[in-house]
Every structure is written in structure tokens, then in C-alpha cells.
């Protein structure tokens, strides 16, 4: 498929699935509107950028350069590179919480619109065809944030994920979700930040809407596009419909559980997993993670029941004699609260919440990117969109009952035999130990 018309139509397909309901999450990006730019015309083409097939010498001098920019790029100690794009919204410094260094840039809303756009020009344009962007960020209400990577034209990659409010100033892994026209990734010329608040900011009132980020960052992408099949909360149906499927193409895959909803044996009547069924999984390679034990979103426990809530599966894994399976969680529907994260934090080594596709490597091991709930051919899109865009996808299935989430699986796994070689399908512990940077 050439490759603007596969653009086009594979952005429209999968950022869709961005705020899919299944995940419970805030928001979604608009790829309908057009997010802009102010940076150039657009009318100018460029051609992909492709690798030098010259001297080993010239491709390891050209990888370095590519990875130059992994780390802090801008730590808003000083914010007079950054302004407010047509006057949508305000930036601010606030030296009263920041990830690192004195202060943080505080973005408040445009009082029309409910939408904030800063952005600065690079001190020389860079090269970021082996690295994805990430923030620190927290906002007093729930949403999804955007960065774009801008060249001369004004053509641009964007990058999202989800913040949730009131949470410590924490990195997220952004994924890239969307492209428009024909950017020139090896000349990027302006950061861009958009976020649109669920409200107008009300003029009267001084404190509406706020948004806080530091640390700009940069982290690496895989060498190869990696995605990772996910089943979450425990369902019979992972046993019944996901294993035989998986099994056909020798896949890794990884259940997360709520074991106190695991049922003793088959007699016990309900829809989730039994526990022979779990102990079948591991035999057939599958990694075993956590949830809560009760499956309840984090919203929805209380202070006195959460450390049981969030510690005991991994306990009960360990009794069980499921190895380092414990190290691995995930959120259930991607929310969670400071306390069920600081729980996370300390009692786990990889954890998943947010709703990207193609992250890099993970900057926050503790909020790995999911998208959850494909159907039909929404499956095979992100697993082409990663194979043309680079990065690490991890897939979250649920139930298996309607056909339309079979379908799903099922456009997954063919999409990916039909990648075998170019896409690999990777372990939380893979992830884990191979693809996390400070």
C-alpha cells in the first residue's frame, strides 16, 4: 500500500480506539479537527526519510546522532522558549510542585474554548526517527494531552496519553497516534503541547482548569516494533476462545487476574477463570499478571481496603508457586488513584494504564501504554500501524463473547503472522527488563 494513502487510513482507524470505552478512560483525540500548526503552508512533500545503506561507519556515526537526543531536552527551569500559540491559554512557571530542578510550567486554558496550545521552536532542528516524546505532567481534571513534533511545513507527528487528575507530578510514555501530511522527522523544528479541559475556563473564577508539566524527555523506540497481547480480568473466555488461537500461531501472551475472582473449579458457576484453568495458561507459556483482586477500578476502593486490594494478588501468585509472574499489573479500565499508584510503584516492576499505541521505551515502568478492546479489523490496524510507525504496542482483550471481540483477536494474530519478521510479540518481562529507561 503506498504509503500516505496507508496514513490516512490507518490513523482514522486506530486513534479511534484511543479512549475506547472498554478502558473507562477520558477523552480522545479529535482526528477529525485539524489540531494545526502556524508553522508553514504544508504544501511542500517530503520523502520518508530512509536508512544509509553506505558504510557500516556512516550507520553507527548516524544511529549516535539519532539517540542524542535521549534523555531531559527541556526542563521549563526556563520558560521564555515557550509561549502560548495565538494566545490559546497561558503558560506559567509554579515553583511550588515540579518532577525535577525548582519549577514546573503550569498551562491554564483559553476562558473560550477550554484549550491550551504552548509550544517552542528548537534551538536546531532534530532527528526523531529512533526516539518518541514524553512529559511529566498532572492536571486537576482527567484528559488526553498531545504533543506534536513539527517540521518546517508545519506537517507534524502527534503524540497523546491520558492524564488523570490530581496525581503526583509523574512521567508518561506518549505513543504516537497520529501524522499529518508528510513531516520531515529528521528536521523537526517546533514542540507543540495541546490539551483540551472538559470545561471553559470561567474568567471569574482564578483557579478553573490546570494543567502542570516538566521534563520533556525523549526515550529511545525498539530497533523493531514490538507488540504485546494482553487479557484482562480473568475471563473464562481466555481459556476457552484466546488460548486455542494464540496457541495456533506459538504467540507469548499474558493473562492479568483478580484472584479473588478466580473460582476453585468448573462446578463454581461464573464467567471468570478457575484456577486450573490459570495453572493451564502457565503451562502454555502464558505469563500470569495481577489486577486488583477484587477486579474493582481504582475509583471504586476505599483507603482501608486498597494495599489488600493491590498486594494480595501478587502474594497469591507467589503461594501458588507462579514464579516472578508477580512482578506485572495492570490497572483495571487504566484508572487509578495516587494511592493505588504509590501501592503499584512499590510492590511491582511493570504496570499498565494509559490508551496510546507506539510508545518508546518506558520512561514511567509503572504507566505502560494498553489499547483495549479492538474488533474486527481494529486489531490488524495496530499492529500495521506499528509496523509502519515503530514503537511498542501492548493489545488488551476482555471478554471474548461478542463475535466482534473474537474477530478482533483473531485480525490480531493473523496481522501478526502476516509481520512475523518485522514485528516481534514481546513478555511483560521482556518489557521489563529490555525496554524501560530511567
Known amino acids: 500500500m503506498d504509503r500516505r494513502t ?10 479511534a480506539l484511543a479512549g475506547c470505552s472498554e478502558m473507562g478512560g477520558p477523552g480522545e483525540t479529535d482526528d477529525d479537527e485539524d489540531h494545526d500548526d502556524g508553522a508553514g503552508n504544508g504544501d511542500d512533500d517530503h520523502d520518508e526519510p530512509e536508512t544509509d545503506d553506505g558504510e557500516e561507519e556512516e550507520d553507527e556515526e548516524e544511529e549516535t546522532a539519532d539517540r542524542d537526543l535521549v534523555g531531559t531536552y527541556d526542563d521549563f527551569e526556563d520558560l521564555e522558549p515557550w509561549r502560548a500559540f495565538q494566545d490559546i491559554g497561558a503558560i506559567e512557571a509554579d515553583t511550588e510542585q515540579y518532577y525535577d530542578g525548582s519549577q514546573s510550567a503550569r498551562l491554564t486554558p483559553d476562558s ?15 532527528d526523531v526517527r529512533d526516539v518518541a516524546p514524553g512529559l511529566a505532567m498532572t492536571a486537576s ?11 518546517e511545513d508545519g506537517d507534524y507527528v502527534e ?10 507530578l509523574a512521567r508518561h510514555n506518549f505513543g504516537l497516534t497520529r501524522v499529518r501530511g508528510d513531516p520531515n522527522l529528521e528536521e523537526i523544528i517546533v514542540l507543540q503541547i495541546i490539551r483540551w479541559f472538559g470545561e471553559p475556563a470561567d474568567e471569574d473564577d482564578e483557579a478553573g482548569e490546570e494543567m502542570w508539566v516538566d521534563d520533556f524527555h525523549f526515550v ?12 484482562h480480568g480473568g475471563y473464562e473466555t481466555h481459556y476457552e476462545e484466546a488460548l486455542p488461537r494464540v496457541a495456533q500461531y506459538d504467540f507469548p501472551a499474558t493473562t492479568f487476574v483478580p484472584t479473588d475472582r478466580l473460582r476453585a473449579d468448573a462446578a463454581v458457576q461464573g464467567d471468570r ?4 484453568q490459570v495453572e493451564e495458561l502457565a503451562s502454555n507459556g502464558w505469563t500470569i499478571g495481577c489486577q486488583t483482586a477484587n477486579a474493582a477500578q481504582a475509583g471504586s476502593i476505599g483507603e482501608a481496603g486498597a494495599e489488600e486490594l493491590i498486594t494480595g494478588p501478587a502474594e497469591w501468585l507467589e503461594e501458588e508457586g507462579y514464579d516472578d509472574d508477580g512482578r506485572f499489573f495492570a490497572f483495571p479500565g487504566s484508572q487509578y488513584t495516587e494511592e493505588t ?9 511493570l504496570a499498565f494504564a494509559g490508551q496510546t499505541q507506539s510508545q518508546g521505551y518506558a520512561s514511567n515502568p509503572h504507566l505502560c501504554s494498553v489499547v483495549s478492546g479492538p474488533t474486527g479489523d481494529e486489531g490488524a490496524s495496530l499492529v500495521e500501524w506499528t509496523a509502519e510507525m515503530g514503537g511498542i504496542t501492548s493489545i488488551g482483550f476482555y471478554q471474548l463473547e461478542e463475535s466482534g471481540a473474537i474477530e478482533g483477536l483473531e485480525s490480531t494474530l493473523a496481522a501478526l503472522e502476516e509481520y512475523s519478521g518485522e514485528v516481534d510479540v514481546i513478555t511483560p518481562g521482556e518489557m521489563a527488563d529490555e525496554y524501560v529507561v530511567e
Not at 473560550?112 to 496550545?117: K, P
Not at 503524540?159 to 503526583?168: A, F, G, L, T
Not at 499508584?341 to 516492576?349: A, G, I, K, P, R
Request: charged share 25%; hydrophobic share 35%; no cysteine.
Open 141 to 151: 481534571d482527567s484528559g488526553m494531552v498531545l504533543i506534536q513534533l513539527q517540521d
Open 159 to 168: 503524540y497523546s496519553q491520558q492524564v488523570m487528575d490530581n496525581m503526583p
Open 273 to 276: 477463570l478457575t484456577e486450573g
Open 112 to 126: 473560550e474554548d477550554g484549550q491550551v496550545r504552548v509550544r517552542r521552536e528548537t534551538d536546531e532542528p532534530i
Open 6 to 15: 496507508y496514513l490516512v487510513t490507518a490513523t482514522g482507524a486506530v486513534v
Open 341 to 349: 499508584y504509590e501501592l503499584v510503584q512499590d510492590n511491582y516492576d
Open 220 to 231: 529511545p523506540k525498539p530497533d523493531t516494533p514490538k507488540v504485546m497481547l494482553q487479557f
